[in-house]
């Protein structure tokens, strides 16, 4: 454990993320638009399906957990799954902007919710919940893991920046399917260079009545871990928000604002801060506390939603709005992932057993319900307000329907989020619990 974290291999683990996100952003950003006015699905059973599919991964996602735990090889617990399900992944990005066009509509559904099962809750499940309990097996130190945490949504948002951009043009120029191909490839490249490039130093100490408890038990010890179930319920209603806006963001800079091109721009103004503010965010936890910041972050989110509210036209004000938006952002987008590796060791000072992989389905549990809470939403609501693809100019209600996904819904989600984050703060005991496992560790390698 006293092995120093190289940049170099913090990097190569922050590049990952970027590699999960030309999968995830891609299917948040555009795959409702790519079912509804390439495929001709409605936007209400795209919605369904989305939903159904992120139901079925709760289940995947504890069992993938489970799995991670009870993996032992060479190359450690979770980074052996990162290698083998970064394939999947780029696999399944191609089938499903890849939908068959001489399949009626039944069909068109069937294929839809297949290949959708598939890369979330298999392939994705598989790829980001190793990833994300890769953090807390390279290094136990609370500070290189905030670090590495802020590397890699530098990565992250650098790949969204990317995709925000590139997407539409890709699809001008090669369709939907070249467009998925692409980035199923840098997908591939990005991942397989976080499995070459990181190494797992931490080896849980692990007795002999540890090594025999089922999975059941397993399941049982991880619900007395009270910051677990918070910490699951603090990713569901984040990533509801970023669905939300991250499915709605191109019909409101098409529609409400009058230019889909403005897209790309409304991504940078909301991404540019966290780019930037990730650089500092080490520094500002290291000396607040990562609760604070959070509890900070959010304040900010509310004011840069209510002024998207007040003025939701007026691209200037919405620019203004996100920026705000983007600067609460910083501490959950770093911040967040770096607090589980806390409820983790939270979770062995209590039980005195540590279970990596299945504390961090919270993550993998929390992003995909969460999105697919907003991504359904998305479907449901433009359903909702009459929204008609094949139309040149939307009605009023379907104008409604996108202003209340960008910005009304996104506020009562960060509102909802400020009450659970309230019952996460494990700032105040952290000390203790890092003094009392190190005593722990210590005698147990003696």
Known sequence: MGEKVSFREKLAYGVGDGGCNFVWTTISSFLVLYYTDSVGLSAAVVGTIMLIT???DAFTDIGMGAIIDRTHTKWGKARPWVLWSSLPMAIGL????????NLGTSG???YTFLTYLFITSIAYTASNLSYNSLLSLITTEQNDRTTMSSIRFICTLIAILFISFTTMKFVAKFGWGGMSVIFGIIALVLLLITFFGTKERYVPIVTKEQS???????????????YFIFAA?????????IGVTGGIGIYYARDVLGNADFFGTLTLAGMFPILVGLSIFPALAKKCGKWVCLMSGYILQIIGLVIIIAMPTNLTAVLVGLVIKGVGSVPHTAGLFALVADVVDYGEWKTNV????LTYSATSFGMKVGTGI???????????????AAASAQSDNALWAMKALYAYIPLALVILG?????????DKIYPIITKDLKKRRAKACE
């Not at 059941?216 to 007395?224: A, D, E, N, P, T």
């Not at 990713?235 to 509801?240: E, I, L, S």
């Not at 540590?354 to 992989?357: A, F, L, S, T, Y």
């Not at 400020?418 to 494990?426: D, Q």
């Open 54 to 56: 992120r139901i079925l």
């Open 94 to 101: 191609i089938l499903l902007f890849n939908v068959p066009g």
């Open 108 to 110: 068109k559904t069937i």
């Open 212 to 226: 025999h408890i089922t999975f059941g038990q397993s399941v049982k010890i991880l619900f007395q871990n009270k």
């Open 233 to 241: 319920l603090l990713f569901v209603v984040n990533y509801a928000a």
């Open 354 to 357: 540590r279970i990596d992989g």
């Open 374 to 388: 907003g991504t359904a939403m998305v479907g449901w609501i433009l359903a909702f307000g009459k929204y008609d």
């Open 418 to 426: 400020v009450i659970v984050l309230s019952f996460l703060n494990i």
